[in-house]
Structure formats: C-alpha cells, structure tokens
C-alpha cells in the first residue's frame, strides 16, 4: 500500500522559510516523479513543483525562483523548500506521486498524501 505522508508546514510570517517534506513508501521511489500542489480554501487545486527520478525539476510561474524541490532517493523523501514567503502562499500543500512524468497534470499522478497547511502571516 503506498503511502505519501507530507510535513513540516506551520504558521511563518511573510518573508520567512518553510521546507516541506514527504516521505513515500509502499512504492519504487525512484522510478516516479514527485510533485507538490496546493489548494486554499475556496480555490482550485494549483501545481507548484515536481522533479523527476533524473532530478531535473519544474516549477509554476508564481514561484519566481523562491522555491527549490528536491528528492533524496536513499530516504525516499521529496522535499519542498520555500522561501520569501508570501501570504498568498497559504494553503494546503500536497506531494503525489507520478510515473508517466505528467510535470504540472495533476489527473497524472497516481498517488496523493493528505497534505499539510502552510499559513503566511502579512
């Protein structure tokens, strides 16, 4: 059974850091893509990043080189770190997992963890 256990976000003012992480199991790591969406209440469901097995990673236009996604392979974890936080950063942070690299198509991806909020304060 394939689990995707995301952590790590908190209430962090504007301008601060957060790195989100989300450990898989259940799964061959590294034969899939990761990616990280988000939702906030009231909004679609929006991609934010994803790195495949190779590391080569993409991200969304709004994240304008504040995040950096990454995988760590030995530890089947995919990390998501942001920085220079904004309040319109708030939301509801997902990892999923994908093995036909479907990059920002989120009906691509196979498997999805429960989330973890990330609240910015202005």
């Known amino acids: 059974q394939v689990h995707l256990v995301a952590s790590g976000g908190r209430l962090v003012q504007a301008g601060g850091s957060l790195r989100l992480s989300c450990a898989a199991s259940g799964l061959p790591f590294t034969k899939f893509a990761m990616g990280w969406f988000r939702q906030a209440p009231g909004d679609e469901r929006e991609f934010v990043a994803a790195i495949r097995p190779s590391g080569r990673a993409q991200y969304a236009d709004f994240v304008q080189g504040r995040f950096t996604v990454s995988r760590q392979n030995a530890e089947n974890t995919v990390y998501l770190q942001m920085n220079s936080l904004k309040p319109e950063d708030t939301a509801v942070y997902h990892c999923?997992?994908?093995?036909?690299?479907?990059?920002?198509?989120?009906?691509?991806?196979?498997?999805w963890g429960q989330g973890t909020q990330v609240t910015v304060s202005s």
């Open positions: 999923a997992a994908d093995e036909r690299g479907s990059g920002s198509y989120a009906p691509g991806y196979s498997y």
